[in-house]
């Protein structure tokens, strides 16, 4: 629960110092572009490469855990995106971008140090694999289908699409941390202290960011329309996670339980800046934070405390 708490409080101060600079006309609306621009194209790309960098691939890589996890993505996304097309009528991109909210998980700066707290420091290692996945399927992911979904509405499908991939920055990012990782090459010193300092200003500068959106807005009805994506964050993608484990891709039992347990995480604000960047679900994945990251209180600890006895 202490460990619960050292992440979750500070998250809320920083979405609540960001309302308060809104409503106080300390920050305005073009504060938010502009910081969710630099969370976007310069602090996230430089967390990307450092975490994946510092994973030593080699070492940690277990097949049936990242199969577990990437096929727990797909499912959830597939399973969002058909509920949010028969309730809400969305389209390709809406129910990318569903997906993606309801699959990214607080996995490195909650996850990582609970599952440590809870199981000891074997259990780094599989919670460190799941932001691997995290990084490089619902990144890579996310960023192919809305820039496909947004190439098809201009016209030029294929041009515009690659065009718009080669010059993300997301994926440059993955590519190079899985680079580095695979090879073991080592950044200089300097690289690697300049895309520490940029990579750990992408968490608070978009839990800020999620405030000033807030600000103004009926959350009331915003925390309403994020309840799809909230039940499968908290709920469904675990349930999958869990039953890929114990029926399909057999795991030992710690790596099964951090599995599990990293999928039940609450939306990470890394899904706020890829809506924010696509103009898409913005409201939906600002109050899913705020929703699946209060709610992890209670079921966080339930789901440890059913592991834990199991």
């Known amino acids: 629960m202490d460990t619960l708490l050292t992440a979750i409080v500070p998250a809320f101060s920083l979405i609540a110092i960001g309302y308060g600079a809104a409503r106080l006309n300390i920050l305005g609306p073009a504060i938010f572009e502009a910081l969710n621009k630099f969370v976007y194209y310069l602090a ?19 097949w049936n855990f990242i199969a577990a996890f990437t096929v727990g993505i797909i499912v959830t996304w597939l399973v969002v995106g058909l509920a949010g097309r028969a309730l809400f009528g969305d389209g390709l ?8 909210i309801a699959s990214y998980g607080n996995n490195g700066y909650l996850g990582i140090p609970l599952a440590a707290a809870a199981f000891g420091e074997a259990a780094i290692v599989p919670a460190s694999l799941s932001v691997l996945v995290n990084s490089v399927v619902i990144m890579t992911g996310a960023v192919l289908i809305l820039e496909f979904s947004r190439a098809r509405a201009t016209g030029g499908v294929l041009g515009s699409t690659g065009k718009a991939l080669v010059s993300n920055p997301l994926l440059w990012a993955v590519v ?22 940029l990579g750990q200003a992408a968490a608070p500068s978009a839990l800020v960011a999620i405030g000033l959106f807030l600000s103004g807005r009926p959350v009331a009805k915003l925390l309403a329309s994020a309840s799809l994506t909230s039940v499968a964050k908290l709920a469904l ?44 679900r913005l409201g939906d994945a600002s109050a899913a934070i705020v929703v699946t990251t209060a709610i992890s209180l209670v079921s966080l600890s339930l789901m440890l405390i059913l592991m834990s006895n199991g």
């Open 93 to 100: 991109a809406d129910g990318a971008m569903r997906g993606v």
């Open 44 to 62: 996230m790309p430089a967390l990307l490469i450092g975490s994946l960098a510092a994973v030593p691939a080699g070492e940690i890589i277990n």
């Open 176 to 197: 190079i941390g899985l680079v580095l990782s695979a090879t073991g090459a080592v950044m200089p010193l300097s690289i690697e202290r300049i895309f520490a300092l």
């Open 237 to 280: 993608f675990p349930l999958i996670v869990w039953l890929l484990t114990l029926y399909v891709f057999p795991l030992e039992p710690l790596w099964a339980t951090v599995a599990v347990l990293m999928a039940g995480m609450p939306v990470g604000a890394n899904a706020f800046v890829i809506a924010g960047h696509y103009g898409l």
